[in-house]
């Protein structure tokens, strides 16, 4: 399994931006597609993106147009940039990864490696 550390989260008004990091430990980063996922208190664990291994990427439509995945396979990291915050956007962001996908990229029980997440919160 791949280790996963977020960073990044924190504590910013409706309308700012945050950008969140996953730091992957694992010699071959680029074979794995990395997912972001968040989960609100009370909520099931809901996709937000992801980055295929050949750097293809999709979006919640909540988020689209807002928020922006990009990978870095030298420094083993994903990025995720999230612009125009909304309330409606504080939960727990979790990054996770696959080397293989049996399922959709979509659902968290498609992935194998999880992070402990790193908590956001809009204010409003």
């Known amino acids: 399994q791949v280790q996963l550390v977020e960073s990044g989260g924190g504590l910013v008004q409706a309308g700012g931006s945050l950008r969140l990091s996953c730091a992957a430990s694992?010699?071959?980063?680029?074979?794995?597609?990395i997912g972001w996922f968040r989960q609100a208190p009370g909520k099931e664990r809901e996709f937000v993106s992801v980055?295929?291994?050949?750097?293809?990427?999709s979006y919640a439509d909540s988020v689209k147009g807002r928020f922006t995945i990009s990978r870095d396979n030298a420094k083993n990291t994903v990025s995720l940039q999230m612009n125009s915050l909304k309330p409606e956007d504080t939960a727990v962001y979790h990054c996770?990864?696959?080397?293989?996908?049996?399922?959709?990229?979509?659902?968290?029980?498609?992935?194998?490696?999880w992070g402990q997440g790193t908590q956001v919160t809009v204010s409003s």
């Open positions: 694992v010699r071959t980063f680029s074979s794995y597609a």
């Open positions: 996770a990864a696959v080397r293989w996908a049996a399922g959709s990229y979509y659902q968290p029980s498609s992935y194998d490696s």
């Open positions: 980055i295929r291994t050949g750097g293809s990427t």
